[in-house]
Structures are given as C-alpha cells and as structure tokens.
C-alpha cells in the first residue's frame, strides 16, 4: 500500500510539473489522450445502431472530427451511432469547444491547485498567442495575466447560458416540424451545442431539409455559430464593456469588423455566383435565393451546417468557399482556420505600406510588427499543410482535385462541409485528413505561442542588403 501510494504520488507530481513547466506540450498530451479515449468508446458495439464493431478508421476519424468539433464524418452521424453513440458526439464536441489550450488550464488547475506563471501564459495565449512575448505588449489588447480566472469562469459559463438559451429558441421549431416532443427535448440542445461549437452535425438522417424554409429555426442557427466564431475573449470583452465599443479592445474590434464583412460579402458573392443554378439558388424565389446565399456564408466560416448539396455549386462558389473557410473564425473560438484577427493584420500592414506609413496602425493603436511575423507564420503554416495534404489524399484517391482541396481545407479550418469525398475514403486517407484536422485545431495556436514566445532581443544590427523580391 505505501508502494502504491508513493508511485501515485510521483505520478502526480510528474503531471504537476509538467502543467507549470510545459503547459503546452500537456495540453497537446491531453488532447491526443482525449482522442484516443473517444476512438475506443465510438469502437464499441454499444455505441453503432447495428451493435457491431465500427471499424478503427471510422471509430477514429470521428474522435478527431468530434474533439477537433470539425464536422467532417466518414459514416452517416445520423444513422450509424446508437444513443450511447449520439451522447459520446454531444459530450466531445462540449470538450473541444473549450479549446485544448483552455481545457489544458483547467486540468492543469484541477492537479496544482492553482496556475502557475507559464501556465497563465499559455492560457493567455489562446486568446492572444502574443501574451507570452517577453517584451512590453499593450494590456488593452488582451487578456491580462489576472484575469486568467475570470476568462475561464466566462468560457464554462457563456457555453452553458448560450447554448440553453439557443436550445430553448429551436424547441418550438422542432415541434412545429413535426418532431415528437420528447424526441425534441434531445435533438433542441443537440443542434444548440453543434451550433455554437461550429460543428455541424445533425441528429437527424434529413438534415436541415425540414427546416428549408424555417427561417426563425436557421437564423437562430447562424446567431450560435456566430457567437461561436468570434471567440470567448470576444464576448469576454463584451460582457465587461458592455455596448461601449470605444473601450473594446483592438482584439475585438478587428474580430467582430472583420468577421461581418466576410458574412455579408461570402452572401453576396455566392448569389451573384449560383443565382442561376438550377442545382443549388437557381429553384429558389428571390427570398430564399437570397436568405440560402447568406447561409451558406455563415456556415463557410466555420459552422458546417449545409441546406444545399456543396458537391453541385459552381467551380468558382467552391473556390470562394474555400477561400472563406481557410479564414475561419476569431482567435480562441470555437470556429477553425487561420483566423479573421489573422487577415486583419495582414490587410492593414499591405494598406500601411501602400501608404509609406512607418508602422501598422488602427483606431489609434500601432500593432507592433512581431504582430505581423505570427500572422505571416500562421498563414505559411495553414497553406503547407493544407498543400501537402491536398498532394498526398489526390494521390491515393486521383479524384477530382477540387473536391480533395474543398474537403482538406474544410478539415484543417474545422468547418464539416464536404463536397460528398470525405464520406467514401480509403483509410490511408482517412488518416491523412484526420492528421490535417489536428493539426489545423490545434498546431495554429501552438504555433503562434511558440513564434511569439521565441523573440529575443538583439543588441546588433547587421549590413543591409536587399534582394529583389516581386
């Protein structure tokens, strides 16, 4: 017994180190045991409608797709998975959607009793990876180290008040649908949770098709994976300043600025692009030509939910498409991608230079140029793995490049659209786009805390000398 104990407590110590010394490479640890975990519950017979083993590949590529709250799925969700099944998605997306980095603090609280200094940077940085910079950084701009706390309070509690509050607002539509009341009581917080964690899956085998033309049921469905995309420190900000957007911080005045122009500028282009598709707007009245246009602008962000079939829009939709999900959503959001803060800062530093201006500037705040370098490595990540994942599934499959690059970016951007690929690969791709998911979730954020984390200073300067470049 004194054995036992003593092995347990160096077990213990061994996690409570390693949350203060390496809360970064913990968390990674906890993500990957989570998806481990989860591809052995969805592998048991318990878990299929049928009662059989569901195969390794799809046990595991639907562990990732859920914890990753990606969307993506080799077998149909609806009609596969039993009851204990449909709970095991509900509770994975829940899990994910607080972010590893997130989830990773309060494991890490829960063992040590309290933060420790790294650990609090690491949380900081999910919300903003530049926290971890050793030099002066604008505490208006994010989350202060004190606040830690409250940030994570606000997560757990803005998660259960939004989506409850949104389960509440589908009930009425489920019933009017014609779904049994006791079947509504579980499919309203269902589609509630997969809004908001910009997931994407349904409960039901029809989809969003019986709720075509519920226009309260899928506006309601935006509002979550709205609130979803912006990011908790977002709404973190708005609950502290309420309306008062002149003291919001620069974080969400770019994420909330930039993520509506996308919405409506996704809206209009995809009904300039499919008005006439007979297969997709082109049946529709101007009405809901236009109301599925904006939809499907919504849902490219990050949320996944689809009323048409993707695989019959215009070349040039799904090219917009993807353009719009390697975006993404707001930095510590629910939603994936390179994030909106990310093209923000891009932007603004191609404005800045268009006019010689000294540095990058914004509703009277100067965005320090190692801003720029993590935006800059974020992007150069996303389209290398993006590049070398589109290689290798064309590769094993020769299908149609499109449809692989649709369905590549749709997973690293963890949006769960697909063109109808992902649902017949071969397992050898299986993997490879479930390697894409992960890393997509998670590497961005780990990568920008360790560029950001990386700056030293230098006390020389070497000779100038400049290539030619353009």
């Not at 990957?32 to 318990?46: E, V």
Request: proline share 4%; charged share 10%; aromatic share 10%.
């Amino acid at each position: 017994m004194g054995r036992l104990r003593a092995v347990g407590h160096a077990f213990l110590e061994f996690f409570r180190d390693l949350t203060q010394r390496s809360p970064a490479r913990f968390a990674i640890l906890i993500f990957l045991s989570l998806i481990l975990l989860f591809t052995g519950l969805f592998s048991l017979p318990i878990a299929a409608a049928d009662g059989r083993v569901t195969p390794f590949a799809d046990a595991f590529f639907t562990a990732v797709s859920t914890i990753c709250v990606t969307g993506l799925a080799t077998v149909d969700m609806a009609t596969h998975w039993s009851p204990f099944g449909h709970v095991l998605v509900f509770v994975g997306v829940q899990i994910g959607a607080l972010g590893v980095l997130t989830l990773a603090s309060i494991l890490g609280l829960v063992i040590s009793r309290r933060l420790g200094l790294r650990a609090k940077l690491i949380a900081a940085s999910d919300s903003n990876p530049l926290r971890t910079h050793a030099g002066p950084v604008n505490e208006g701009q994010t989350v202060q180290l004190g606040q830690i706390g409250s940030l994570l309070a606000t997560v757990a509690l803005s998660t259960l008040v939004i989506e409850g509050i949104i389960a509440i607002l589908l009930f009425p539509g489920l019933i009017v649908a014609g779904v049994p009341w006791h079947a509504a009581l579980w499919e309203a917080p269902f589609y509630a949770a997969m809004s908001f964690t910009n997931t994407g899956f349904t409960p039901n085998a029809e989809g969003l098709e019986p709720f075509r033309h519920d226009y309260f049921f899928l506006t309601v469905l935006m509002a979550g994976v709205f609130l979803g995309s912006i990011g908790f420190p977002v709404i973190y900000t708005v609950l502290r300043q309420r309306w008062r957007v002149r003291r919001w911080s620069l974080h969400a005045k770019l994420t909330v600025i930039t993520t509506v122009s996308l919405f409506f500028l996704g809206g209009v282009v995809f009904l300039v692009l499919e008005y006439d598709n007979l297969l997709t707007l082109g049946r529709e009245d101007a009405w809901d030509t236009t109301f599925q246009a904006f939809f499907l602008s919504a849902m490219t962000r990050s949320g996944g939910f689809s009323i048409l079939d993707v695989g019959e829009l215009n070349q040039s939709s799904l090219l917009v498409a993807c353009m719009l999900m390697f975006v993404g959503g707001g930095s510590a959001s629910t939603a994936g991608g390179i994030k909106v803060t990310t093209l923000a800062v891009i932007a603004l530093a191609v404005v800045s230079e268009a006019k010689g201006r000294a540095s990058n500037q914004v509703f009277g705040r100067r965005i320090p140029s190692d801003v720029l370098r993590v935006a800059l490595s974020v992007v150069a990540w996303g389209a290398t793995i993006v590049a070398i994942s589109t290689i290798i599934i064309t590769q094993i499959t020769k299908a149609d490049l499109g449809d692989v690059l649709f369905d590549v970016i749709s997973g690293f951007a963890t949006v769960g659209l697909s063109t109808g690929l992902t649902a017949t690969l071969p397992d050898p791709a299986i993997y490879v786009l479930a390697v894409t998911i992960v890393m997509g979730r998670v590497g961005t954020v780990t990568l920008a805390a360790a560029v950001a984390a990386s700056t030293r200073s230098q006390l020389y300067s070497l000779p100038v000398e400049r290539p030619i470049v353009g």
